[in-house]
């Protein structure tokens, strides 16, 4: 790899860095083509992406912004799992981890917080934003929902009685 390319990469890696919710890393040492495939697929179907990096291209585009614990995260065979969204990457890269021996989850971080592996558990046991906006909208409806039928409540009364009335008067 030429400087150009290196430089091309560390661009590239600040721009994820930047846009990313959160960015979860991981050791994949010895996981066939097969299986990062597989997770890439899965990861793909959330709106994230897996990433293998260079340690040093990737310290270098964070640039000491997170620190020399978020520096620490970058050693050995190191992935990166990221997405718009702080929650599905880190959802996805932790069920696969459970599943598979051979992907770790090493850590991560969010903006300028650095997480250990017991953070990054946390964030991914937490709601997808998709599951918190329907739940959302759960809970406006549901008053609406109530406030129509107490409403609709006394004319089916009156239009019951109507009808008693001229049941009674046909009789």
């Keep these: 790899m030429d400087r150009a390319q290196k430089q091309e990469s560390i661009e590239t890696l600040k721009g ?3 846009d990313a919710g959160a960015v979860v890393v991981t050791h994949n040492l010895g996981l066939t083509v097969a299986e990062m495939t597989d997770l890439r697929g899965r990861l793909r179907k959330e709106g994230a992406q897996l990433k293998v990096v260079k340690n040093t291209l990737a310290q270098k585009a964070l640039d000491g912004s997170i620190g020399e614990a978020g520096d620490a995260l970058f050693t050995g ?3 990166i799992a990221f997405a718009p969204d702080p929650v599905s990457a880190a959802k996805v890269v ?13 850590g991560g971080f969010m903006g300028q917080q650095v997480l250990d592996k017991a953070g990054v558990g946390a964030l991914a046991t937490l709601p997808s934003l998709d599951q918190l906006r329907g739940k959302l909208i759960g ?3 549901a008053p609406a929902t109530k406030v129509a039928g107490v409403l609709q409540a006394p004319a089916g009364q009156l239009a019951r009685v109507f009808g008693a009335y001229a049941n009674k008067d046909a009789a």
Excluded: G, R, T
């Excluded at 932790?94 to 090493?106: F, G, V």
């Design 77 to 79: 065979p190191v992935a």
């Design 16 to 18: 994820v860095f930047a």
């Design 94 to 106: 932790a069920q696969y981890a459970k599943e598979n021996d051979k992907l770790s989850i090493i």
């Design 139 to 141: 809970l406006i409806q």
